[in-house]
């Protein structure tokens, strides 16, 4: 055996710490049943924030969550009902969109078990929300979107408070970017101005390589208002932020119509008026205006390049950022072999040590759970974003155990290697190992963990040990390889 047993406190360079997280890696491997072909935009469409109140109509369809339930191959705008119809038939023609609605009652969630949850998406459209977003939403809207995925908002004149619940698109969306428990901070760079243009053809500033001007689906030169409103750039705070189309007469961080920003490794569009993306073509007895066929316009474009945009095709846009889909080969794992001591991880106190007691893998420091013959639980952790775009992604990390228990047949002490969402819900359980496990020198196990893709998770290990007999659960060299 290589180590021995311990002091209650290891004469160590501890970590103190807590809960256990590991920070920022990604994962995904093989075909797990969560990867999505990178060919493939996958489209959640809000309706769970009254987004059909009032003489609002914002829905690609009236069957939902699945849209193909009521035309399975759309030709026209008619075969799908909703006032966002003809965005949505726009997309799938094409092919390569996967669209879906989160129908009222619901809740938007992101690292969660349902096939609605943010996870499973490449980008969320928030169609002029008409109720307050709660705490978790707003906490899984901007997670999601500085971990890859796209934001679409679209917001309304002041005063559009179809449900006369007290809150209007642009108090709602405000409130999502200065109320979060993400970053309040003014995280995209602009807020929303309380303004009701009554109407305007705002303009495409002159950039030719913008893929949101200059996209797949045609080029942009003018938007509308009817009734509208537009957003103040705050450069300073974010300098990804970029005006694509302003209010006439306005130009640089003022009356901004349309723009695009960056968050994280995600991106973000916000456009001042609901009635461009309208199609004149919602549920009998709404009043509508049609703007996505508007001549005097070029709206359908500009929803359509954006939308490919924010999924992740096309080049960066206002300082680029990784929108959902893409992928760059890379070990994820912040201080994957823990020589820089306490950083990056989060651990009980005195589990990442330089301690003589066991040897390290490598290098002088490793991960040392348990091994003082007393009742101990150590844990240690990073939370981890599964990016949707690689197409493989490994986890690996060598484990050494060493045991006094006198047993060869009873499992008196384990070390739990877990899956958690962000609610700290375990989704799964990668391996149990115990003091049967005991044996020389260090082994290297591997996991796949592709049926994470597109999530953020926490990685967990979670060292338990009995009130006598030390255990020793020795970890080092650590890697989450994607690709």
């Known amino acids: ?23 920022g890696a990604a994962v995904q491997v093989g075909s797990g049943t969560a990867a999505h072909a990178a060919t493939t935009h996958r489209i959640l469409f809000d309706n769970a924030h009254a987004e059909t109140a009032g003489n609002a109509d914002w829905i690609i369809s009236t069957s939902q969550p699945d849209p ?7 030709s026209a705008e008619t075969d799908w009902t909703g006032a966002l119809s003809s965005w949505g038939v726009a997309l799938q023609k094409t ?3 996967s669209l879906k609605t989160l129908p009222s009652g619901s809740s938007l969630s992101y690292g969660g078990s349902s096939s609605l949850d943010l996870s499973n998406f490449d980008t969320l459209v928030l169609p002029e929300p008409n109720t307050l977003f709660t705490s978790a939403e707003k906490t899984a809207i901007m997670n999601f979107v500085k971990n890859g995925g796209g934001l679409f908002m679209i917001s309304d004149h002041t005063g559009a408070d179809r449900n006369n619940d007290g809150y209007d698109a642009v108090k709602i969306l405000n409130d999502l970017m200065t109320n979060n428990s993400v970053d309040s901070t003014d995280p995209f760079g602009f807020s929303i ?13 002159s950039d030719s390589t913008d893929p949101v001007l200059h996209g797949s689906f045609g080029t942009v030169t003018k938007s509308l208002v009817a009734n509208g409103t537009t957003a103040t750039l705050k450069p300073a705070d974010n300098s990804s932020v970029k005006g694509l189309l302003y209010r006439t007469g306005y130009s640089g961080n003022t009356g901004a119509f349309f723009l695009t920003s960056t968050f994280g490794s995600g991106r973000v569009a916000f456009w001042g008026d609901s009635s461009p993306i309208d199609d004149g073509t919602g549920q009998s007895g709404n009043t509508l205006y049609d703007g996505w066929n508007d001549s005097s316009a070029t709206n359908a474009p500009l ?15 206002g300082g680029g950022g990784g929108g959902g889909g893409t992928c760059t080969a890379a ?49 240690l952790s990073q939370t981890v974003s599964v990016p949707s775009g690689c197409s493989t992604a490994a986890l690996s990390f060598y484990l050494h155990v060493d045991t006094a228990e006198p047993s060869t047949s009873t499992a008196y002490d384990t070390l739990k290697v877990q899956v958690l969402n962000s609610s700290g819900t375990v989704l ?26 597109g999530q953020t998770v926490t990685l967990k290990f979670t060292g338990t040990e009995g ?17």
């Open 1 to 23: 055996m290589l180590g021995s047993w311990r002091s209650r406190r290891r004469f160590t360079t501890a970590l103190a710490g807590f809960g256990l997280l590991l920070t």
């Open 68 to 74: 193909l339930g009521q035309d399975s191959s759309p």
């Open 95 to 97: 092919g390569g969109y």
């Open 193 to 205: 101005d309380s303004l009701n243009i009554s109407s305007d053809h705002p303009a495409a500033i």
């Open 303 to 317: 929803a359509l390049n954006a939308t490919a945009w924010l999924a992740g095709s096309g080049t960066s846009s």
């Open 331 to 379: 070990q994820l794992l912040g201080n994957n072999g823990f020589e820089s001591g306490n950083t990056a991880w989060s651990a009980s106190s005195g589990v990442i040590t330089n301690a003589t007691g066991e040897p390290a893998h490598s290098g002088s420091y490793y991960a040392w759970l348990d091994g003082y013959g007393t009742a101990t639980t150590d844990t």
């Open 428 to 453: 799964g359980t990668l391996a149990t190992y115990s003091n049967l496990n005991a044996a020389s020198g260090y082994t290297q196990r591997s996991f796949d963990l592709s049926s994470y893709a």
């Open 467 to 483: 009130s006598q007999y030390q255990t020793s659960f020795v970890v080092d060299d650590t890697a989450l390889n994607v690709s």
